[in-house]
Structure formats: C-alpha cells, structure tokens
C-alpha cells in the first residue's frame, strides 16, 4: 500500500461530492463476467458473498393507524390504545418477527415519542413533527411517524416480501410512505474482496458519474487492528459507499471478513422504490452503473454466513471481557469456595434472555450454527 493510503485519514480527491437530486435509484446493472477493478486487463471469476439489508428506515402518516383517518396522538389517545395500534400495524408489516415493548418513551430523530422494539431491534417514533419550517414561514403538514430498523432488527426480518406488500397498500390508501434510509450490504466472509480492491475501483474511476469523481475519504486502523473503513459520496447527496473490515469491527484482529455497503438517503426530491426490499443484490449491484465499483455483485454466489459469523465473533469477544472482568470472581466461587461446577453456573447464570449484542436471528430462536 502507498504511503500516501497509510498517513491516516486520506482524502482521495480533492473534489467535493455536490449531490445531484434523483427521483429514482435505478437498478441497471447487467451481468458482468469479470471483476476488473484496475484496468489492468487481470479478470477474476463470480465470488461468492452475502447480500443483506443491514438498516431500514421508513414513514408515513400517522393516520395510517386509524381506518377512520382520525388523529392518533397522546391528547387524544390513551399509552395504551397507541400501543395496541403500532402492534397491530407492526404485525401487518412483520408478523411475529417484530414486537414494540409496551412503554411509550422520549423521542428521537425529531419525534417527541417512540416505542423501543423487542430484542434491540430498532424503534418506532412518533409525535411533535407536524409543523415545517418552510422560507414562508411554519407550515402545518400530516403527522407522521417513522419506523427503524438497525442491524440485528433486519436480520429479524424472515419475509420481506410481506413489508413491500403492506408499504405498497398503505402507499395506495394514501399515507404517503416513503423509504428515509436503506442500507444493503455485501459480505465476503474470507476476504474475497476488501475495502483496497474499493480504493482500486475508485483510482480507476468506478465510483465516477457525470465526469466528475466524488468524495472520498479512508480512516486507517495503522495497524490497531479496529479494521479500515474506506468511503464514497456522502448523505446530503443521497448515496454513501462504504468499504470496511467487519469481522475487525466487530473484535476480531485477525478477521478477513470485508463489507461493502451503499446507504441511500431519501426525503421529498430523492425516491427509494419499495422494490430494493425484494431484490436488493440489483439495486446494490446498479449503484454506479453497470461497469460500476459494485456491478460485479450482479454474479456474485450467494452464500448464507453473515449472521454465524457476527454471533461467533461477536460472543468470543464476550466471552473475553467476561474472562478479563469477572474470569478471578468464578475461580474464586469453584476454588475458594469450594462450589461445584453446576452451582457456579447457578451462581452467575441469568435466566432472563440473552445479551443485546447477540441478539442476532439464531441466538433468538434458539437456533445456534455449528461453527459456534
């Protein structure tokens, strides 16, 4: 790697990214038979990876509640009745896979209320965001409320086909739902590609549209092994690439696992189709165009690893700190104490569920991979 890629946080270009406005994400990428990131001629074949969405965010009139239009607020609602309303509208959306805990909370993102969801998923805000500063003054608008998703809520999500079906129904009863983020990733578990092959496509100018190259921007780990985070555009034009090492994120120093992930922004001018909940490999594949920096995940071998491979990482990174804080506290119970192993199991063990951060889709039905 140059010296210039190893000096920290490196500014690629000394362009800035203006961010066109866009009214649709096109999906256009065609198969591409080769992966050619330095114009070198090199070709490489189809690898294999893991597409998945990692972070949804959507809205849409809090009318939508109600079959009679009426206003659902705290003035006129009871906790309770909200509640059992976001319940049911949850359930049309997720069914069982998504649950909101029954306690209205602060706000966030500009809502006065929210409703935090089961197993750390995400949560659902509400209230206060009806008046617009607009340049003629403040503007009454519908309420809205917004509905998030992180990570581990995503990967909760067994049917999307069910969300794009109630979004498309609420959208035709006229609650105006529009998508406000989605992020879809690509995972290469073995480092089939890395977050260098994304600087390569970048030099090479595949991040390029209109002529002109977009920000860019690299943090460097210098060897730290927090893992290297390399990125393209930015959210106030819309689109955000990122290219990182994930297993090293998530505490592993010697992970090979690498991500590549577009975040898409949208709001009044910038569309996000429902559709990029169904197929989301095509819309991340199309990002930059057909012979774009990640057109070659049009071919790419599906394979289903993310989810063990987070749980695995995730709980020997864990099972560390737990060593290193509590490891002289259990030996002290079994040699100090003279207990039985089964009762120094009794004597830390919590029955009431799991830790947050390993609260992925298997750890909650009980489901464990092999290779953990």
């Given at each position: 790697m140059s010296e210039r890629l190893n000096s920290g946080v490196v500014d690629l270009t000394p362009y800035s990214n203006t961010g066109g406005k866009y009214s649709q994400i096109p999906a256009t990428a065609q198969p591409v038979q080769e992966m050619n990131f330095s114009?070198?001629?090199?070709?490489?074949?189809?690898?294999?990876?893991?597409?998945?969405?990692?972070?949804?965010?959507?809205?849409?009139?809090?009318?939508?509640?109600?079959?009679?239009?009426?206003?659902?607020?705290?003035?006129?609602?009871?906790?309770?009745?909200?509640?059992?309303?976001?319940?049911?509208?949850?359930?049309?959306?997720?069914?069982?896979?998504?649950?909101?805990?029954?306690?209205?909370?602060?706000?966030?993102?500009?809502?006065?209320?929210?409703?935090?969801?089961?197993?750390?998923?995400?949560?659902?805000?509400?209230?206060?965001?009806?008046?617009?500063?607009?340049?003629?003054?403040?503007?009454?608008?519908?309420?809205?409320?917004?509905?998030?998703?992180?990570?581990?809520?995503?990967?909760?999500?067994?049917?999307?086909?069910?969300?794009?079906?109630?979004?498309?129904?609420?959208?035709?009863?006229?609650?105006?739902?529009?998508?406000?983020?989605?992020?879809?990733?690509?995972?290469?578990?073995?480092?089939?590609?890395?977050?260098?092959?994304?600087?390569?496509?970048?030099?090479?100018?595949?991040?390029?549209?209109?002529?002109?190259?977009?920000?860019?921007?690299?943090?460097?780990?210098?060897?730290?092994?927090?893992?290297?985070?390399?990125?393209v555009g930015s959210r106030l034009g819309g689109k955000l690439f990122r290219a990182y090492e994930k297993g090293k994120q998530l505490g592993d120093k010697t992970s090979p696992w690498n991500r590549f992930e577009v975040e898409w922004i949208g709001d009044n001018k910038r569309v996000i189709p429902f559709e990029i909940l169904i197929n989301p490999k095509e819309y991340i594949a199309g990002a930059y165009g057909e012979s774009g920096a990640t057109a070659f995940i049009h071919d790419l071998i599906s394979v289903i690893k993310t989810s063990a491979k987070k749980l695995k990482i995730t709980y020997q990174t864990a099972r560390y700190w737990c060593r290193l804080q509590y490891g002289k506290l259990i030996n002290f119970a079994s040699r100090g104490l003279h207990l039985a192993d089964d009762q120094v199991v009794l004597e830390f063990f919590n029955p009431d569920g799991f830790p947050d951060r390993l609260l992925s889709a298997p750890a909650t039905i009980g489901v464990f991979p092999q290779e953990v």
């Open positions: 114009g070198s001629g090199a070709n490489k074949s189809p690898i294999q990876g893991e597409v998945l969405i990692d972070t949804l965010s959507f809205s849409l009139q809090l009318s939508a509640l109600s079959k009679s239009s009426e206003v659902v607020s705290r003035w006129t609602h009871s906790d309770d009745e909200i509640i059992g309303r976001f319940k049911a509208f949850l359930y049309r959306c997720f069914g069982d896979d998504i649950v909101a805990q029954p306690m209205v909370i602060n706000g966030r993102n500009g809502f006065d209320n929210r409703l935090i969801l089961e197993d750390g998923a995400g949560f659902v805000a509400f209230g206060g965001n009806n008046i617009v500063r607009t340049e003629n003054g403040p503007e009454k608008r519908a309420e809205r409320f917004q509905v998030y998703l992180d990570g581990a809520g995503c990967a909760m999500v067994k049917d999307w086909q069910r969300l794009y079906q109630a979004m498309c129904d609420a959208n035709v009863a006229g609650y105006d739902v529009r998508i406000t983020r989605v992020d879809v990733a690509a995972d290469f578990h073995e480092g089939e590609v890395t977050y260098l092959d994304a600087i390569e496509a970048y030099q090479s100018g595949l991040f390029t549209s209109r002529g002109r190259p977009p920000k860019s921007k690299l943090i460097n780990d210098m060897g730290s092994g927090e893992g290297c985070t390399f990125y």
